[in-house]
């Protein structure tokens, strides 16, 4: 049990590690760099922090206040001591901390407490430490910070104070500003897009088909369009976070040059990526990138870029003198880190050299493999599977002289649905694999509860080959396995269609769909519980007592209040038992039983 306990723990720990990033700052991976691991480039604009200390002068073993503020709120840091020569070698000196609430020591390069950095994303205004001066220090130490305000805006090793030993005359600090490579040389607010030149001027793929994002705030379009050796791009799309498109060989995320266009707070960010997988995409540091410019309006995303057709700087770019498939995928995003798109992406019907002849592409959300999958399998089971079961459970009193190949004819359409039914989840069954080519994650119970129709629908007809002769003893045990197995399979076929109709590879319209499949089964279950009361001959019963009921209810009426029409109504010649209650009456009437007519009336309701 302790082990169990122990293994749930440490389980928890690790999902909650990968969920929650280095908001508890452990950042050892950074200890060298001091650069976070946030697929961005760090912000090159003035920064609103500062480092200060209480001394310009220290010997070995004293202890210097270290302060760090703002004049805004960051949520991270992460400061060191280095020797001011050489501001890219290891940590030096230990810290103290003055608020363990708020900062925590770090080991690095084998160091305890050579780094402090932040215990949460608490937004904060100032932060001390106590640095320790070493036995070993070099003549002049510089502190270094890095800062984030929030995910994806921070400044990298702001360089704080110098300070020297003894007599020493501390050296001009060091600049370890790092520019962005990734930054663009213009950035500015566009115009609306248009799809007009579409097929002419540049290549579009658009959804839905024909919508222009001029006007069309639920337009997703990509256009691009070659001028020399540069091509240019335009991506727009209604996104709470981000767009994106990737140019790829197969139609499978993975080996993907990807562009991202990422609303971080009403300022988009456009950068070049690689996705490797499906995994987050790694971010280039690359300076591929020309005439960038964005614009957010009415919760659309828009933005545009132009880049060379090779680019030999940047290796896992691709060259767009090769044809390629385009996806075009949007999602939520958090302090301009993306999250996993929610509904699949839009997908070009067919690869395209991106520097060829303009052309208007389409696209599709949903696979034809997965469209394929869902049909087919609907028709086994809400169509062949379920008339199959109505024949061997209520018609085998019907056409009881007839045959068909020998057999039965309830038997014969029984056996060839069922075996359709088993054919088609077969076939619909491989499609999903084909497709994704690998078992599927993503997809919740649904592949399960495929996998467990698939097995009851193979054991059915292997069954029914070893069953025993109707006379057998053992008849009883098949009888029982083949409903209570068919029974399973189908109602967990419906359950896994409940699910499958939820998918992102199918894209269905979302109620009304559930509603459709709801009804069709309400609708099943209604008509097999009719002709269960048939069968039954519940039914027929029913209405014959419901109509005598009536008529003696009529005939004690007609008695009671004597109207004296008696012979206004119909007499009937049948004289059988079914016979009706009034036709009754007036026989009795005409026979001259006028007297006696509410004693027989009332024995007849007593029997």
């Given at each position: 049990?302790?082990?169990?306990?122990?293994?749930?723990?440490?389980?928890?720990?690790?999902?909650?590690?990968?969920?929650?990033?280095?908001?508890?700052?452990?950042?050892?991976?950074?200890?060298?760099?001091?650069?976070?691991?946030?697929?961005?480039?760090?912000?090159?604009?003035?920064?609103?922090?500062?480092?200060?200390?209480?001394?310009?002068?220290?010997?070995?073993?004293?202890?210097?206040?270290?302060?760090?503020?703002?004049?805004?709120?960051?949520?991270?840091?992460?400061?060191?001591?280095?020797?001011?020569?050489?501001?890219?070698?290891?940590?030096?000196?230990?810290?103290?901390?003055?608020?363990?609430?708020?900062?925590?020591?770090?080991?690095?390069?084998?160091?305890?407490?050579?780094?402090?950095?932040?215990?949460?994303?608490a937004k904060k205004t100032e932060i001390q430490v106590i640095w320790k001066a070493p036995s070993n220090a070099p003549p002049t130490v510089q502190f270094l910070a890095t800062v984030l305000a929030h995910y994806k805006i921070f400044w990298l090793k702001l360089p704080g104070p110098v300070?020297?030993?003894?007599?020493?005359?501390?050296?001009?600090?060091?600049?370890?500003?790092?520019?962005?490579?990734?930054?663009?040389?213009?950035?500015?607010?566009?115009?609306?897009?248009?799809s007009e030149g579409c097929g002419v001027s540049k290549s579009c793929l658009i959804d839905p088909v024909s919508c222009n994002p001029s006007v069309d705030t639920n337009c997703f379009f990509l256009s691009y369009s070659t001028l020399d050796q540069t091509v240019s791009f335009e991506l727009?799309?209604?996104?709470?976070?981000?767009?994106?498109?990737?140019?790829?060989?197969?139609?499978?995320?993975?080996?993907?040059?990807?562009?991202?266009?990422?609303?971080?707070?009403?300022?988009?960010?456009?950068?070049?990526?690689?996705?490797?997988?499906?995994?987050?995409?790694?971010?280039?540091?690359?300076?591929?990138?020309?005439?960038?410019?964005?614009?957010?309006?009415?919760?659309?995303?828009?933005?545009?870029?132009?880049?060379?057709?090779?680019?030999?700087?940047?290796?896992?770019?691709?060259?767009?003198?090769?044809?390629?498939?385009?996806?075009?995928?949007?999602?939520?995003?958090?302090?301009?880190?993306?999250?996993?798109?929610?509904?699949?992406?839009?997908?070009?019907?067919?690869?395209?050299?991106?520097?060829?002849?303009?052309?208007?592409?389409?696209?599709?959300?949903?696979?034809?493999?997965?469209?394929?999958?869902?049909?087919?399998?609907?028709?086994?089971?809400?169509?062949?599977?379920?008339?199959?079961?109505?024949?061997?459970?209520?018609?085998?009193?019907?056409?009881?002289?007839?045959?068909?190949?020998?057999?039965?004819?309830?038997?014969?359409?029984?056996?060839?649905?069922?075996?359709?039914?088993?054919?088609?989840?077969?076939?619909?069954?491989?499609?999903?694999?084909?497709?994704?080519?690998?078992?599927?994650?993503?997809?919740?119970?649904?592949?399960?509860?495929?996998?467990?129709?698939?097995i009851l629908a193979f054991c059915q007809p292997i069954m029914a080959a070893f069953r025993p002769a109707p006379d057998s003893s053992r008849r009883w045990i098949f009888n029982w396995l083949h409903w209570g197995v068919g029974n399973a399979a189908e109602i967990i076929a419906v359950v896994?269609?409940?699910?499958?109709?939820?998918?992102?590879?199918?894209?269905?319209?979302?109620?009304?769909?559930?509603?459709?499949?709801?009804?069709?089964?309400?609708?099943?279950?209604?008509?097999?519980?009719?002709?269960?009361?048939?069968?039954?001959?519940?039914?027929?019963?029913?209405?014959?007592?419901?109509?005598?009921?009536?008529?003696?209810?009529?005939?004690?009426?007609?008695?009671?209040?004597?109207?004296?029409?008696?012979?206004?109504?119909?007499?009937?010649?049948?004289?059988?038992?079914?016979?009706?209650?009034?036709?009754?009456?007036?026989?009795?009437?005409?026979?001259?039983?006028?007297?006696?007519?509410?004693?027989?009336?009332?024995?007849?309701?007593?029997?």
């Amino acid at each position: 049990m302790w082990n169990l306990q122990t293994a749930l723990a440490i389980l928890g720990t690790l999902c909650l590690t990968s969920i929650s990033g280095y908001k508890n700052g452990k950042v050892e991976k950074s200890c060298e760099s001091m650069m976070p691991e946030h697929h961005s480039q760090p912000n090159t604009t003035a920064s609103p922090y500062t480092l200060t200390v209480n001394a310009r002068k220290f010997s070995p073993g004293d202890n210097i206040r270290v302060a760090l503020s703002g004049s805004e709120h960051f949520e991270g840091f992460l400061i060191q001591a280095r020797d001011a020569t050489n501001p890219d070698g290891p940590a030096i000196g230990s810290f103290t901390l003055v608020d363990p609430e708020i900062s925590q020591r770090l080991t690095c390069n084998s160091i305890e407490g050579s780094a402090v950095s932040h215990t949460s994303n608490a937004k904060k205004t100032e932060i001390q430490v106590i640095w320790k001066a070493p036995s070993n220090a070099p003549p002049t130490v510089q502190f270094l910070a890095t800062v984030l305000a929030h995910y994806k805006i921070f400044w990298l090793k702001l360089p704080g104070p110098v300070i020297s030993q003894g007599d020493v005359t501390p050296a001009p600090s060091q600049s370890t500003t790092i520019m962005s490579t990734n930054s663009p040389f213009i950035v500015r607010i566009l115009l609306q897009f248009t799809s007009e030149g579409c097929g002419v001027s540049k290549s579009c793929l658009i959804d839905p088909v024909s919508c222009n994002p001029s006007v069309d705030t639920n337009c997703f379009f990509l256009s691009y369009s070659t001028l020399d050796q540069t091509v240019s791009f335009e991506l727009s799309g209604p996104a709470e976070g981000y767009v994106s498109f990737a140019l790829s060989k197969d139609k499978w995320m993975g080996d993907d040059d990807t562009y991202l266009c990422i609303n971080d707070e009403g300022r988009v960010s456009v950068e070049a990526a690689y996705t490797a997988g499906r995994t987050y995409p790694e971010v280039s540091s690359k300076s591929v990138l020309t005439d960038v410019g964005w614009r957010v309006s009415d919760g659309v995303i828009q933005c545009k870029f132009s880049r060379s057709i090779y680019t030999p700087q940047d290796p896992v770019r691709f060259s767009l003198n090769n044809s390629y498939y385009l996806f075009v995928a949007h999602g939520t995003a958090e302090y301009g880190m993306i999250h996993r798109h929610m509904r699949q992406p839009l997908i070009s019907s067919h690869h395209q050299i991106i520097t060829g002849p303009p052309e208007i592409l389409t696209g599709s959300r949903s696979p034809l493999l997965m469209k394929y999958h869902g049909a087919l399998m609907l028709i086994a089971w809400m169509l062949a599977g379920s008339t199959g079961k109505l024949m061997a459970a209520y018609f085998k009193p019907d056409w009881p002289e007839q045959t068909l190949f020998g057999q039965k004819i309830w038997f014969q359409v029984h056996r060839m649905l069922m075996s359709l039914t088993v054919f088609l989840t077969a076939v619909a069954f491989v499609f999903p694999f084909v497709y994704r080519g690998k078992w599927s994650t993503r997809a919740g119970v649904h592949p399960y509860l495929g996998c467990t129709v698939m097995i009851l629908a193979f054991c059915q007809p292997i069954m029914a080959a070893f069953r025993p002769a109707p006379d057998s003893s053992r008849r009883w045990i098949f009888n029982w396995l083949h409903w209570g197995v068919g029974n399973a399979a189908e109602i967990i076929a419906v359950v896994s269609m409940f699910f499958g109709i939820r998918q992102q590879s199918l894209l269905l319209p979302y109620p009304w769909t559930t509603g459709v499949l709801s009804a069709f089964v309400v609708w099943t279950i209604v008509l097999k519980l009719v002709l269960k009361l048939h069968k039954h001959n519940v039914i027929t019963k029913a209405k014959y007592v419901v109509q005598n009921i009536v008529f003696v209810c009529l005939a004690i009426s007609l008695v009671s209040a004597g109207s004296g029409k008696e012979d206004e109504l119909p007499v009937l010649s049948d004289t059988s038992e079914d016979v009706s209650w009034v036709s009754y009456y007036t026989l009795l009437k005409h026979n001259g039983e006028d007297e006696n007519i509410k004693g027989t009336v009332h024995q007849k309701l007593k029997s």
